[in-house]
T-cell receptor, first 112, second 112 residues
Framework: GNSVTQMEGPVTLSEEAFLTINCTYT??????LFWYVQYPGEGLQLLLK?????DKGSNKGFEATYRKETTSFHLEKGSVQVSDSAVYFC???????????FGTGTKLQVIP | NAGVTQTPKFQVLKTGQSMTLQCAQD?????MSWYRQDPGMGLRLIHY???????DQGEVPNGYNVSRSTTEDFPLRLLSAAPSQTSVYFC???????????FGPGTRLLVL
């Protein structure tokens, strides 16, 4: 079956530091890949997505590139802010009525 | 659009009590899901529905029932609450043509 593995947290960074959160996946087909973000006390919301190999998703300064050869979708941001403190989930979907598979989440804390 | 709404936001139950967690969406999405979120375990799928009158089990269905009489509503029923069901519950919806999931704000449940 499908699976998503992401780095364990928590990750603590100083403001303006560079962020990488690793995500690798296993899938039987050609999935779409997602990063969702969950701010404290809220539900998850889509941060970015990529639907095919070599696509780059980007939003709010975050980026992730769909790497089929390494089955990875690492999340990066060049300069984090305190407001980026949240839990980040990597996920995959094979579309249609297929279920979405989520990673366990990585908590990011950014300190001033 | 209100998106996905959930009620209540917080609930305390005693072991053996029953309750229904409500979920509604106004986006005309066919696909709706219930997840539970526990520390270190990410999101686990409880039940899902691909349309009115159609439901199926996810990874952790035991102790929960669902029904889908309309496109908009997808309630989750706990027939006899147990402390192991203490968790945060999220409802989500999506369209088959759009792989993005839209999440509700969550219901925090404590079973004593």
């Amino acid at each position: 079956g499908n699976s998503v593995t992401q780095m364990e947290g928590p990750v603590t960074l100083s403001e303006e530091a560079f962020l990488t959160i690793n995500c690798t996946y296993t899938a039987t087909g050609y999935p779409s890949l997602f990063w969702y973000v969950q701010y404290p006390g809220e539900g998850l919301q889509l941060l970015l997505k990529a639907t095919k190999a070599d696509d780059k998703g980007s939003n709010k300064g975050f980026e992730a590139t769909y790497r089929k050869e390494t089955t990875s979708f690492h999340l990066e941001k060049g300069s984090v802010q305190v407001s980026d403190s949240a839990v980040y989930f990597c996920a995959l979907s094979e579309g249609g009525y297929q279920k979405v598979t989520f990673g366990t989440g990585t908590k990011l804390q950014v300190i001033p | 659009n209100a998106g996905v709404t959930q009620t209540p936001k917080f609930q305390v139950l005693k072991t053996g009590q029953s309750m229904t967690l409500q979920c509604a969406q106004d986006m005309n999405h066919e696909y709706m899901s219930w997840y539970r979120q526990d520390p270190g375990m990410g999101l686990r799928l409880i039940h899902y529905s691909v349309g009115a009158g159609i439901t199926d089990q996810g990874e952790v269905p035991n102790g929960y029932n669902v029904s889908r009489s309309t496109t908009e509503d997808f309630p989750l029923r706990l027939l006899s609450a147990a402390p192991s069901q203490t968790s945060v519950y999220f409802c989500a919806s999506r369209s088959p043509g759009d792989e993005t999931q839209y999440f509700g704000p969550g219901t925090r449940l404590l079973v004593l």
